[in-house]
């Protein structure tokens, strides 16, 4: 199997159909992503296809892993939404509403809206996409420790959020875990992946 790294430098040196195929490998890990921090499915999809984009056109050397490079352009586009920047038809992204009302732990996306930014893509990083703490402090250009540091106040806001003094799992880590992300059921689905 082509790597991601050598699916971006062919793509680059002309071969266009190496575009779809990077896309079909990482599409609905992107959208996850971006819809647990937004719970917006039309938001999630706007800057999922803004990374894509920043990948193709790009001028980074990919050498290192490419999983870090690619949660590192969601960070930046994330940072950049968050922050009031324009999307990537260089109008500005509604901020959508998210429901709040996390309190018996059914309502991730409302739990995860109670945590401030810089917090809520640290778990969704770690939680719902499987970063080590090692990676996330790559992606998000921090280091190792206060990545720790700020997940452990995440899931302390969280563990007050609904309510308990204790773990959220048996594991001691919030009830994210799992590696899926919001993907599935009732969930909406990426563009161009509707069944």
Known sequence: MTSDSDLIAA????????????IRRHHVAVFNLFYSLMGSDSTANALTRQVFIRLFTGRDDIARSFAVHLY?????????????????DGRALPFPQMDSTAHDGQDVIGL?????????????????????????????????????RRMQEAYRCMRLRLGTGGPLNAAGNTALAGGTGPQGGATPQPEGQQG
Do not use: F, Q
């Open 11 to 22: 793509y680059r040196r002309g071969d266009r159909s190496a575009c779809p195929r990077l």
């Open 72 to 88: 590192r352009t969601c960070h930046v586009c994330w940072t950049e939404y968050v922050n009031g920047s324009a999307g990537p």
């Open 112 to 148: 995860l809206s109670s945590l401030p930014h810089e917090l809520r893509v640290l778990v969704v990083l770690r939680e719902m996409n499987g970063l080590s703490y090692s990676d996330i402090a790559r992606v998000v250009d921090i280091p190792d420790e206060t990545v720790k």
